[in-house]
């Protein structure tokens, strides 16, 4: 089947597959400290890695949430791995929340200080990076008129690993059991890699 992308039959597809095709995505899980003091925790599906020199995260939200306003303020965030063990907590810090309250707190999640920048961590993460802000950028569409979606960049100036899950000078992945967005309320999780060469 083929359809311009406005026109979606929606008794035959009555869920719009966009996220669902554009899969597995991993789970920006950004925490975010308002001027004020404020902690803010929420999962970002749009989310991934851009650059490996320098390192940068970027991650998308539709509208302009705790998350863009706290990052804009202060121009720091970090990201914590989302796992299959942190699955509930994970979904729990995507709720809505009035502003400024606590959702470490509300997901019953540890938090664990930073180095380099104030947001914390989520302290039962395997993984997480502290990131200093390079942009935000409101999204416009082809025609030059701006959406309520609001990219963020970030460098990555620290880096966080749990010592076990590294084996044989490596992340272990597959233990971390990282998981990723596969659109509509389904996911993935990443416990069995497989390994191909690069051709030369």
């Given at each position: ?6 026109d ?17 995505r991993?789970?920006?899980?950004i ?20 650059s ?12 302009k949430?705790?998350?863009v ?12 791995m989302?796992?299959?063990?942190l ?5 729990a ?5 009035p ?9 019953g ?31 416009q ?16 100036v ?7 899950f590294?084996a044989?000078?490596?992340?272990d992945?597959?233990k ?5 967005r ?19």
């Amino acid at each position: 089947m083929f359809y311009p992308f406005a026109d979606r039959d929606r008794d035959l597809l009555p869920h719009d597959p966009f996220k669902a095709i554009i899969t597995p995505r991993p789970i920006g899980w950004i925490s975010s400290m308002s001027r004020e003091g404020h902690i803010n925790l929420a999962p970002y599906s749009f989310f991934n890695a851009f650059s490996n020199s320098p390192p940068i995260l970027a991650f998308c939200s539709g509208n302009k949430k705790d998350s863009v306003s706290f990052i804009e303020e202060t121009r720091e965030f970090t990201w914590s791995m989302a796992t299959f063990d942190l699955r509930f907590e994970m979904n729990a810090t995507g709720a809505s929340l009035p502003r400024g309250q606590n959702e470490f707190e509300h997901a019953g999640l540890a938090m664990a200080e930073s180095k380099l920048v104030k947001p914390p961590r989520v302290a039962r993460s395997p993984a997480a990076m502290e990131c200093k802000l390079i942009e935000i950028k409101q999204l416009q569409d082809m025609n030059g008129a701006l959406t309520e979606n609001y990219l963020v960049l970030g460098q990555v100036v620290g880096m966080y690993i749990n010592d076990g899950f590294i084996a044989d000078g490596r992340f272990d992945t597959a233990k971390a059991v990282a998981l990723a967005r596969c659109g509509y309320a389904d996911y993935s999780a990443a416990d069995e890699l497989f390994t191909l060469e690069r051709p030369k």
